[in-house]
């Protein structure tokens, strides 16, 4: 029978052990940090002129309309004072009860005790009212540019969110409870968790979304079969090895973004799009693209379409032995590829018979949610960091990207790890979304000042390789996939570039979801569903208004599209030729370099 002494014995151990682990994690978090080699000051934060002028404009408010600004702190006042008074009341009753809560809620708060218990009730309380009051002063604010309006909101909402009472560990009560129910063992964990991440990532703080360990290439993520066929500096080709015994005489190339990596498009069997392409009888090629090293500064748009796209084209051709080839651009990779059509217009080259884009941007008038960082002020930072490392390291644009979903993307996980002691979960999609790329300096810099800022490609004209590129230049049959929640390449913008586009036979499809799901939707699933209007005439508004719902997947219909250009039935193709012998098993060699931070 264990005794009080015994548990007092016991309890001072597991003390005394928790102590020396945190004295050894202590001086391995000072290693960690010690190696840091931290992004450029200027990405951390927007010039202070952003913030000067929302102040100057809010202070010149006052003096024109005092009553009107007074009456907003007034309210705020009243309501913060009547909550503590409520408060109060309810402790003075002997209750340990939470007074009414009519502020609103999200699932950060969950947890029951942020609705019964007076103490995390009245911090939940008081925190939506702070965030309200924050959020009514910035739509105060007069005198802005749209720009900067749009920029004061973000970075106001990036506070709001920051300050979340869920994000400290004395304000949290999923975390507090975790750490009684282990006796501490939870904080200890915890701390190994960031410990652990910081030396993962030579001192950056980048909250590992997935359990790294779980995955393995060729093993459980990117198992479809297939060969390496042909190599250089730029990209590994990839071609897959047929299901069907007959497959169309059209072969299918697939250029993905190079900001991440292709086999997000194959993370498992049962929604992998490059499986299912296979056995819908295609020869179907796919570019692994390199991972930038500083010694790559100088690699540009015009290399990656040279080396890149224009090389794939003709070794595809030269394997299959067709004059024509049906391609599929992604995101960065589909801008690239309006690009690529562009050209090849300009020299009357017709190797790409039709084209498909997946998100694809070519019109950046409208910015949205990236409009804080195409401003002058941070791609300017970008400018003075890829100066000094040769390259966009890929913790920067992935810290980026999160940002824009802070919440799930960062705060949420880093909770869970650091504050609970969870380890991550074995998720391919996250595990994927964590394994970036580099990217070259001058094609970082060509892409943000002539395409994004600029938007030359729909108004002057870009200018590479010797021509002026526009995006009417782009006459061969096209599909658009775009997505209703994309907050990375809005379906509206999609959408005012494609209406754009040269060609005389063009679709265009909205799929339920966002960036990633609305496009990896294999029809098995039957989850999200698609949108179709033929009139491309139409306000994108009125293009939605009047659109046509399709249950499931759009991969079917687009397969129905691109059967009819993709000719005869011919016999399989194994992987390669004699001039383009087989030179490794997919997914290759490339894609399993990691990013440097």
């Not at 748009?301 to 299959?320: H, P, W």
């Not at 032995?321 to 059509?341: F, S």
Request: with cysteine; charged share 20%; hydrophobic share 40%.
């Amino acid at each position: 029978m264990t005794t009080k002494e015994d548990m007092k014995g016991e309890d001072l151990a597991a003390l005394e052990a928790n102590l020396a682990k945190v004295e050894d994690l202590s001086q391995r978090f000072m290693t960690a940090l010690s190696k840091r080699n931290p992004a450029n000051a200027q990405l951390n934060g927007p010039d202070q002129d952003v913030f000067v002028q929302a102040a100057t404009s809010y202070w010149s408010s006052m003096m024109q309309d005092p009553a009107k600004l007074f009456e907003n702190q007034l309210e705020f006042w009243g309501n913060s004072v009547k909550h503590y008074l409520e408060a109060s009341q309810a402790l003075a009753k002997g209750k340990l009860e939470a007074p009414q809560d009519h502020t609103p809620t999200d699932r950060r708060f969950s947890n029951p005790l942020w609705q019964t218990h007076p103490y995390f009730n009245y911090v939940k309380q008081q925190y939506m009212m702070n965030a309200a009051a924050m959020r009514q002063a910035v739509s105060n604010v007069e005198g802005l540019s749209q720009t900067d309006r749009t920029r004061l909101d973000y970075f106001a909402q990036q506070i709001i969110d920051m300050m979340s009472p869920t994000n400290f560990l004395g304000t949290n009560p999923d975390a507090l409870e975790r750490a009684v129910e282990t006796e501490g063992a939870s904080l200890v964990k915890g701390l190994e968790n960031l410990v652990a991440d910081l030396e993962a990532n030579n001192g950056e703080m980048l909250v590992r979304l997935a359990d790294d360990s779980a995955f393995e290439l060729g093993r459980n993520v990117a198992t479809t079969q297939g060969q390496v066929v042909f190599r250089n500096h730029v990209l590994e080709l990839i071609q897959y090895t047929p299901t069907t015994e007959q497959v169309h005489a059209t072969p299918l190339l697939i250029f993905p973004p190079w900001i991440n990596k292709f086999y997000v498009l194959d993370l498992k069997e049962q929604n992998s799009l490059i499986k299912w392409i296979t056995d819908q009888g295609y020869t179907l090629f796919v570019v692994s693209w390199f991972n930038p090293r500083p010694e790559d500064k100088d690699f540009g748009m015009e290399d990656y379409i040279e080396q890149g796209y224009l090389e794939a084209l003709r070794v595809v051709k030269e394997i299959t032995g067709e004059k024509q080839v049906n391609a599929v651009g992604y995101c960065i990779a589909g801008t690239t590829l309006h690009l690529t059509l562009a050209l090849l217009k300009k020299r009357g080259d017709k190797s790409i018979k039709s084209a498909t884009f997946f998100t694809a941007l070519t019109d950046f008038d409208e910015q949205g949610e990236f409009t804080p960082f195409l401003q002058n002020d941070f791609v300017d930072g970008i400018e003075a960091e890829v100066q000094a490392q040769g390259i966009l390291r890929s913790f920067i644009m992935g810290r980026t990207m999160s940002f824009l979903r802070s919440n799930d993307l960062i705060y949420g996980p880093a909770i869970k790890s650091y504050m609970m002691g969870e380890a991550p979960p074995a998720f391919d999609l996250l595990y994927w979304n964590g394994d970036g790329s580099n990217l070259p300096g001058k094609m970082v810099m060509q892409y943000l000042r002539a395409l994004c800022q600029r938007n030359d490609f729909v108004t002057r004209g870009y200018k590479i390789l010797g021509e002026t590129l526009h995006v009417r230049d782009v006459d061969v049959p096209l599909m658009s996939i775009t997505c209703e929640t994309d907050h990375i390449a809005r379906w509206k913008d999609c959408y005012r570039g494609f209406q754009q586009t040269g060609a005389k036979n063009k679709t265009f499809i909205v799929s339920q979801s966002g960036h990633i799901a609305g496009i990896v939707n294999p029809p098995s699933k039957k989850k999200y569903g698609h949108f179709t209007n033929d009139d491309l005439g139409l306000e994108a508004d009125d293009w939605m208004s009047q659109s046509k719902f399709h249950e499931g997947s759009w991969w079917p219909r687009w397969e129905a599209w691109l059967k009819k250009r993709s000719g005869k039935m011919v016999p399989a193709r194994q992987p390669g030729d004699s001039s383009y012998p087989a030179l490794e098993a997919a997914p290759g060699s490339y894609v399993t370099v990691k990013a440097s931070v």
